[in-house]
């Protein structure tokens, strides 16, 4: 069977992961920040680019920054297998997060030239701009303008912190590119491609070396504004207290209760990962808390239970606590499965390599998920060392857990090509 | 019996009122602002030295800034009646909190004055330096150092969050003054009196005018350090989570817990009022949360068992979460309990003056607790409205409530200073 070259993988992972590159202060480890639209992040984008150019590939910028690499096939008019994932970073990233997928691609298309293979179909590689959403808020952003689902005008008046807008930031680093954000959805792809690291334990300890994605699970986001009564912590009687941050630590330990209770199903998830108690002193009861709540469930049902029930519960908490819970939606996703047939033909393609494999659903949310919109798509997640730690300077999977992905995609995006 | 007038001390509390004033910007409130050794702390000082001056007392200044104010008595060499507080304000302040005892003690020489009556022992009127420790971190900083529980040096150290040191700030603002700080401890005084604002609900609920406090409970603060570990909110299953966060809420809940069974004694409070969560995003299980507790109780005994037991139940959130809890004492007093005898004189006063009285325990610090130390010494209360809000504009009591107070004052001064 064709196979990759692990080792060159490899390099243009460390060469990628050099751009942006800081020494992390408590662990002395070297992190990545390429957040989205950075001069990191357009020095990054142009290396990927200048490997794109060696390898003969057409390439195209659209107006969102998206930027596509064309092989031609022996059938150039047909749709293309798209292979893809992103290069922007969160600010404290390892060197494997969206890379993986994107130099993949291109190590894929490298064999493909060495061994003189000309697909029946064109292979595009793609990556999209600001998938973590981490710099402008809002996360599959290239994709979700490129497939549709968000305005372009929209997404260029997103704004950072210091208030510069996403389209002057794109012009700025040179990737206000000419093509229409429609680019993708006139191929159409025949089909579209993401192998990513898994950021998360299972497939490290089940000891497996490819995870068939069956889909990306729903996700809800909520902030809370709790409202209590600021009091003096030494003079004021219990009963007379509304305290914010006893309402939130209540609501906290109820997610716990609802993964416990097993009523919403095994794989939910549920974090509460910011509290803010105001003013936030040792001897002043909190007035007021601002809290968030992040809901994961592959079943659309179950998540949509396990909303009500926690909305009716913020009721229970407002009686008890004599406060106030204002609840607002900050994001929600309903499921995307991916398709079957490619799932089964990924996992023929690692048995035919003698890889485990392992359905599983992804947590986090993917270009992919925004792609399947467009076309039948499917992912190939590869396990993580350090029970898969991500968006963090500890993310590590191997030279061999990298090739294994990439070798599945390779033959997976063979047999796609010549349908 | 003789009276002040009620009228001039509540211009006086106004006037110093303007001195640091602001606009409370969510309510539209007026507030005061003068953190200890600032400029606005420096007029404020200024203008109840003019007052003293105009009154004919003999001011001293010492050199952590604390003002005597001596009206001398027909046997002016006996030890003097002492009556104080402090004229510094935590950053959102009323007029009351600490002026109220330092214009009262003001307006009884003012009354003695008009009534000719010249006591057997000195009257002297004193404000203490930085009681409030807003801004360097220690409370009760004046009184500490000239009772001799803080070294003179330490309190020179402390610094703000600017850097700046409290005897370059004392010399700025013109307070560094001459007098040794033992001056309190050389006179010594025959008692310390202190009328101050109740700073809780219970006088006004209950409605009575005059709270006869019977000491100062104890006070115990730890600063909690959490040690989970980060993950990725979407993809780390329940069971692999070390989140800090929860294992704050669970400490949280447990001080409610702790409270309720009553083990402790109905008069225990106890309080998180800070927690912060690491990195604080909604899609990461927090690795690391600081939090605070604050716990409150007037016997020794329950606090020490509160203690105890609470720290042992951080050992089983450590196991049942999977994360470390460092803890760290940040402040802790034992009860300080005022005389007896003087609190049976402050109720027969306020019965001789038709106001109804009830023993109240202090939630708060306040200097009398350190000059508790050198002398018999006792405090009045006085309510406040709004469930007597403090360390906030909204801080309220009426003029006839400050006056109430004040007369209790004046009378149990007249008594002793007859001793």
Redesign the interface.
């Known amino acids: 069977m064709l196979k990759i070259d692990a080792a060159r993988l490899y390099r243009a992972i460390e060469a990628l992961g050099r751009i942006g590159a800081y020494v992390d202060e408590p662990t002395g480890l070297t992190g990545v920040n390429r957040l989205a639209l950075t001069d990191a992040d357009g020095e990054g984008r142009r290396q990927v680019l200048a490997w794109m150019r060696e390898l003969g590939l057409d390439v195209t910028v659209d107006r969102i920054g998206n930027v596509y690499a064309r092989r031609a096939g022996r059938e150039d008019t047909l749709p293309p297998v798209v292979i893809g994932s992103h290069i922007d970073s969160v600010p404290t990233a390892g060197r494997f997060d969206g890379c993986l997928g994107v130099l993949g691609g291109l190590e894929i298309v490298r064999t493909l030239h060495e061994s003189n293979i000309r697909t029946r179909r064109p292979i595009v590689v793609a990556f999209f701009t600001d998938e973590e959403g981490s710099r402008f808020g809002t996360d599959m952003l290239g994709s979700a303008v490129a497939t549709g689902r968000l305005p372009l005008e929209s997404a260029y008046a997103l704004r950072d912190r210091q208030g510069l807008a996403v389209r002057d930031e794109l012009e700025r680093i040179g990737f206000l590119g000419p093509a229409p954000v429609e680019t993708i959805q006139r191929m159409p792809p025949h089909a579209y491609l993401e192998c990513h690291i898994?950021?998360?334990?299972?497939l490290r300890a089940r000891e497996r070396d490819i995870g068939v994605v069956t889909g990306v699970?729903a996700?809800s986001?909520q902030?809370l504004t709790i409202t209590g009564k600021?009091?003096?912590?030494?003079?004021?009687?219990?009963h007379?207290r509304a305290?914010a941050?006893?309402a939130?630590?209540?609501v906290?330990?109820r997610l716990?209760e609802m993964?416990a209770s097993g009523r919403y199903g095994e794989p939910m998830?549920a974090?509460?990962?910011?509290?803010?108690?105001h003013p936030?002193?040792?001897?002043?009861?909190?007035g007021r808390a601002l809290a968030?709540?992040?809901l994961?469930n592959p079943s659309e049902e179950d998540m949509r239970r396990a909303e009500a029930d926690l909305i009716s519960y913020y009721t229970q908490v407002e009686r008890e606590e004599k406060v106030r819970i204002e609840w607002r939606r900050?994001a929600r996703t309903e499921p995307v499965p991916f398709d079957p047939k490619i799932q089964d033909r990924i996992a023929a393609a690692a048995d035919a390599l003698g890889l485990g494999h392992e359905r599983i659903i992804?947590?986090?949310?993917h270009d992919a998920q925004e792609l399947a919109r467009l076309c039948p798509t499917a992912m190939v997640f590869v396990p993580g060392e350090h029970?898969?730690?991500?968006?963090?300077p500890r993310e590590y999977s191997t030279p061999e857990q990298c090739a294994s992905g990439v070798n599945v995609m390779l033959q997976i995006a063979l047999d796609l090509a010549e349908e």
């Open positions: 898994e950021q998360g334990p299972i699970q996700i986001w902030a600021s009091a003096h912590a030494g003079t004021t009687p219990m007379l305290d941050g006893v939130a630590a209540k906290n330990l716990r993964i998830r974090t509460m990962g910011a509290i803010v108690p936030g002193m040792v001897n002043i009861v909190p968030t709540v992040d994961r900050t992804s947590g986090a949310g029970d898969g730690i991500s968006h963090n």
